[in-house]
């Protein structure tokens, strides 16, 4: 495998896979208990919590700028970057530093206001339909390139990388390296007569992985066995160029042959999406595996989690 520049030190795992999770979902918990239940808030427990997870996320703090949150990072970096405003600093302050307690007490008074705010409530409540609302006009779309194509093939191949190199991937080397690997992919699936594409990133949270699910719709008159084949070992060809020899290239087929190896959860997602259609992809009509497949905590900026491509004489 090559030597590739855009690997990272093994903490960049810990940190998009552990850290940012456990900030998330402590600002969740922090979220009810400022809004719904002030009686049993418990400032020192708190402040203990932050001041343990904040200081291990300064790596994506000191590079906010390459990234996107969901609402709860979101709205963090937001009253993160007020706090140093306010305090005249330009970086959290090390935990031997008396300005330390300063700054997480007045970041979590900010949280607190934020959270109680009725912009924040209202964002919260409107977006589950956003995503909903996509959803659908993407179901629309394809409905629309599809309308008089009875007999189609669908093929599920999935992007994610060898083992000894996942701990030093971060999602954006995955996101340089989709990026490359989708502009050679253009042509080979205009050759292959595609009808419509969906691709979705998602991170596989026992392994601390991410992969990249896409799912093809073809003519199935012009995508036979062969075709079929060839295409599919010409997509495992470019992810591997495009990954500079660092990728793992995954098809049910390929699953089929694994008898003597660990099925793990993304092998256990593709097995059970083959069966699957389209929509089912769009809309998200599968398991994430009891909670071992997830969302993005954090991704680069101006980088979509999920994203269809409609051939080009269909475009809407």
Known sequence: MNNNLHRVPKMIQYLEHVVAVELEQ??????????????????????????????????????QYEFEFDI?????????????????????????????QQC???????????????????????????????REGELEKYHQVTQYMHDQTL?????????????QISILAMAQHLRAFERQLKTLTMQYGFIYQYRSVLRDCEQQQYVAVYSLAFNAKLMNGLAKAQFIN?????????????????????????????IDPVCLLLQQVQNLEMEDMIQRNFSLMGGKIDELVV???????????IMKEFKL
């Open 234 to 262: 010409l997509m495992n060809q470019l992810w591997q160029h495009s990954s500079q020899g660092d990728g793992q290239w995954m098809t049910v087929e390929l699953i089929h042959t694994w008898e003597d190896r660990l």
């Open 299 to 309: 991704r680069p900026k101006g980088f979509k989690l999920a994203k269809a491509t």
């Open 26 to 63: 402590t600002l969740q918990r922090y979220y009810k208990v400022v809004r719904f239940d002030q009686g049993s808030l418990d400032p020192e427990l708190w402040y203990e919590r932050f001041a343990e997870l904040i200081p291990q996320f300064k790596g994506v703090l000191y590079s």
């Open 104 to 134: 997480i007490q007045l970041l979590m008074h900010k949280l607190q206001q934020q959270f109680c705010s009725v912009n924040f409530i209202e964002q919260l409540k409107k977006r589950g339909d956003i995503a909903a609302k996509k």
């Open 72 to 100: 709860w990072l979101s709205s963090f970096m937001l009253c993160y970057n007020h706090t140093l405003l306010e305090l005249k600093l330009r970086y959290l302050p090390v935990k031997t530093d008396l300005e330390f």
């Open 155 to 167: 093929i599920q191949f999935f992007c994610r990388y060898h083992p000894d190199v996942v701990p």
